[in-house]
C-alpha cells in the first residue's frame, strides 16, 4: 500500500513539472497580411507584414510573451516591379491585458535608379511605431519630386500585428 502511495506521489509530481514547466518553440517565415493602395498614375502601394523567427514561451508560468514583426510598404510601377520601399519591425511584449512596443527599426530602400532615399526615421509610442521615408523621383533634365510615405505597425493584447 505504501508502495502505491508512494508511486502516485511521483506520477502526480511528474505530470505537475512537467504541466507548469514553459516550452521554447519557433515560428516560421510567413506572409500574414497584404494590402494594396492603387495610385492616380498607375502605381501603387502593397504592404505586407513578415513574422521573424522568434521564440514564444507557452506554459502556464509564462504570463508576457513576445513578438517581433516587419511591416513593409513598397510603390510599384503599373508592370509589379519595385521602386522604393519603407519598413519598420518592431518587436512587442504582451500578456493578454496590454502589449507595448518595445523596440523598433526602420530602413528604406531604392530598387529603381531614377529612385533615391532622403530620409528615414521612426517612432514608437505604445503598442505601435512607425516609420517614415522620403523618397526622391528624379525626371527628365534633373527635375525631381519628393514623395513621403509612412507604415505603422500595432499590436494588440493578444499578440495580433496589423
Same mark, same amino acid.
Given at each position: 500500500?505504501?508502495? %502505491? ?6 506520477? =502526480? ?9 514553459p &516550452? !521554447? *518553440? ?11 493602395? $492603387? ?10 507584414i513578415?513574422?521573424?523567427?522568434? +521564440? ?6 509564462? /504570463?508576457?510573451?513576445? *513578438? %517581433? ?9 503599373s508592370?509589379?516591379? *519595385?521602386?522604393? !520601399? $519603407? ?10 491585458? /496590454? ?5 523598433? /527599426? +526602420?530602413? @528604406? %530602400? @531604392? ?5 533615391? =532615399?532622403?530620409? *528615414?526615421? !521612426? ?12 523618397? %526622391?523621383? /528624379? ?9 513621403t510615405? !509612412?507604415?505603422? &505597425? ?9
Open positions: 500500500m505504501r508502495r %502505491t502511495i508512494t508511486l502516485l506521489f511521483c506520477i =502526480i509530481f511528474l505530470v505537475g513539472s512537467i504541466t507548469f514547466t &516550452i !521554447s *518553440v519557433q515560428a516560421t517565415d510567413t506572409d500574414t497580411y497584404s494590402n494594396i493602395e $492603387v495610385l492616380d498614375n498607375g502605381y501603387y502601394y502593397e504592404t505586407i513578415e513574422d521573424k523567427e522568434m +521564440p514564444i514561451t507557452v506554459g502556464t508560468r509564462a /504570463t508576457t510573451q513576445y *513578438v %517581433t514583426k516587419t511591416k513593409t510598404t513598397q510603390l510599384k510601377d508592370n509589379g516591379s *519595385v521602386l522604393w !520601399s $519603407v519598413s519598420i519591425q518592431a518587436t512587442f511584449s504582451y500578456d493578454g491585458t /496590454t502589449s507595448k512596443c518595445i523596440s523598433c /527599426t +526602420p530602413s @528604406a %530602400t @531604392a530598387y529603381a535608379s531614377s529612385w533615391s =532615399i532622403k530620409s *528615414v526615421t !521612426s517612432n514608437k509610442s505604445g503598442n505601435s511605431a512607425t516609420a517614415t521615408a522620403i523618397a %526622391t523621383h /528624379t525626371l527628365i533634365f534633373g527635375i525631381s519630386q519628393d514623395t510615405k !509612412s507604415v505603422t &505597425i500595432k499590436c494588440n493584447a493578444a499578440g495580433v500585428v496589423s
